[in-house]
């Protein structure tokens, strides 16, 4: 995050965080990781491994290790330059921590208990709900206004969170003044909707069981061409867009996203043509559009030492920027500096 830029060519500050579960799915991509590149152009962007947050769930410590480094590498090969953005991982920066804390004192009870991931995850975890699980909405506060964003990035699931951390800004500010900036959230222009390849009139979801109804961003060639092969349509055999045709509507989607093409062209390119030649040809598009991404993350992965300076590098410029914001909070709540 760059300092001291002319008041006039100054940026928005657009600030997003993901925690390492899994890999992005290409409905993730087309949804939202493919516009994170052209957004570092448009505003001065933070994105960060949310790693502190994952440990509400009980993870095996070399597995959470190696998926943090993953997330890394992979927001690294979708794009987002370290040189151009800031990106680090949660934990590295020790204000996230702190100023949770002093945020946790300054959120109510019921606040955190009418939160419905709260009370989702209680009932996926009912033998581990914990204090964390509870707070972690002023933990997340923490993240967000420490950077003192003008805009985050927020899905529907998170709408309730960045509520909750405009009324901690306003209860905060009220009390000490205009501490923290209002984060406004970012709703980007409505993505193609990507549906399972199985069931298509369900979401694609890297929680679906069924290993087929899902292409990983990281999937190999051939695995993505044999899922697309597999990928459920209907009794008809003309490529057509419309009503009753969920499985070729999906496809055709994914083809249009790729290929630019509207619906229209793509059913003059498919006249009297097979779905399996359709299937051929949207397996292609992803796979030539994915290819570079999973090739950059493996060298990305192998290259350990670049991997390391860049998030120590990017650790380092956050707590810059992060320990302003706690040092101010701190004079203003009454701690000793």
């Given at each position: 995050?760059?300092?001291?830029?002319?008041?006039?060519?100054?940026?928005?500050?657009?600030?997003?965080?993901?925690?390492?579960?899994?890999?992005?799915?290409?409905?993730?991509?087309?949804?939202?990781?493919?516009?994170?590149?052209?957004?570092?152009?448009e505003y001065e962007c933070a994105y960060f491994i949310a790693d502190l947050h994952s440990l509400t769930v009980r993870q095996e410590p070399a597995t959470l290790r190696k998926h943090c480094k993953e997330a890394y590498a992979l927001l690294l090969a979708c794009?987002?330059?370290?040189?151009?953005?800031?990106?680090?991982?949660?934990?590295?920066?020790?204000?996230?921590?702190?100023?949770?804390?002093?945020?946790?004192?300054?959120?109510?009870?019921?606040?955190?208990?009418?939160?419905?991931?709260?009370?989702?995850?209680?009932?996926?975890?009912?033998?581990?709900?914990?204090?964390?699980?509870?707070?972690?909405?002023?933990?997340?506060?923490?993240?967000?206004?420490?950077?003192?964003?003008?805009?985050?990035?927020?899905?529907?699931?998170?709408?309730?969170?960045?509520?909750?951390?405009?009324?901690?800004?306003?209860?905060?500010?009220?009390?000490?003044?205009?501490?923290?900036?209002?984060?406004?959230?970012?709703?980007?222009?409505?993505?193609?909707?990507?549906?399972?390849?199985?069931?298509?009139?369900?979401?694609?979801?890297?929680?679906?069981?069924?290993?087929?109804?899902?292409?990983?961003?990281?999937?190999?060639?051939?695995?993505?061409?044999?899922?697309?092969?597999?990928?459920?349509?209907?009794?008809?055999?003309?490529?057509?867009?419309?009503?009753?045709?969920?499985?070729?509507?999906?496809?055709?989607?994914?083809?249009?996203?790729?290929?630019?093409?509207?619906?229209?062209?793509?059913?003059?390119?498919?006249?009297?043509?097979?779905?399996?030649?359709?299937?051929?040809?949207?397996?292609?598009?992803?796979?030539?559009?994915?290819?570079?991404?999973?090739?950059?993350?493996?060298?990305?992965?192998?290259?350990?030492?670049?991997?390391?300076?860049?998030?120590?590098?990017?650790?380092?410029?956050?707590?810059?920027?992060?320990?302003?914001?706690?040092?101010?909070?701190?004079?203003?709540?009454?701690?000793?500096?």
């Amino acid at each position: 995050m760059s300092d001291g830029a002319n008041v006039n060519e100054k940026k928005k500050v657009l600030l997003s965080g993901i925690q390492p579960t899994g890999t992005f799915t290409l409905g993730n991509y087309i949804g939202a990781v493919r516009n994170w590149e052209k957004l570092q152009d448009e505003y001065e962007c933070a994105y960060f491994i949310a790693d502190l947050h994952s440990l509400t769930v009980r993870q095996e410590p070399a597995t959470l290790r190696k998926h943090c480094k993953e997330a890394y590498a992979l927001l690294l090969a979708c794009g987002i330059d370290p040189e151009k953005s800031l990106a680090f991982i949660q934990s590295h920066v020790h204000a996230h921590a702190e100023l949770g804390w002093i945020l946790s004192c300054y959120t109510q009870f019921g606040e955190l208990s009418r939160m419905t991931q709260f009370k989702d995850k209680s009932a996926q975890h009912a033998d581990n709900v914990n204090a964390g699980l509870f707070d972690y909405p002023a933990l997340m506060a923490a993240d967000i206004l420490l950077y003192q964003p003008d805009y985050v990035p927020t899905g529907a699931d998170q709408k309730q969170h960045i509520e909750l951390t405009r009324t901690i800004v306003n209860r905060f500010n009220n009390l000490y003044g205009e501490v923290f900036k209002m984060p406004e959230p970012y709703i980007p222009e409505a993505g193609a909707k990507i549906m399972s390849l199985q069931e298509p009139t369900r979401k694609m979801s890297k929680s679906d069981e069924n290993p087929n109804a899902t292409i990983s961003i990281l999937d190999t060639p051939d695995v993505i061409m044999a899922k697309f092969k597999r990928a459920v349509t209907d009794s008809e055999t003309v490529v057509q867009y419309k009503e009753g045709k969920d499985g070729i509507n999906n496809l055709m989607t994914i083809y249009s996203v790729f290929t630019g093409q509207t619906y229209e062209q793509i059913e003059a390119e498919f006249a009297g043509k097979g779905y399996g030649d359709f299937k051929k040809a949207v397996g292609t598009v992803v796979v030539d559009s994915l290819t570079p991404i999973r090739e950059e993350f493996d060298r990305l992965m192998k290259d350990k030492s670049y991997l390391e300076s860049c998030y120590k590098k990017g650790a380092e410029t956050a707590s810059y920027v992060a320990g302003k914001t706690l040092t101010k909070v701190k004079k203003k709540v009454g701690l000793i500096i």
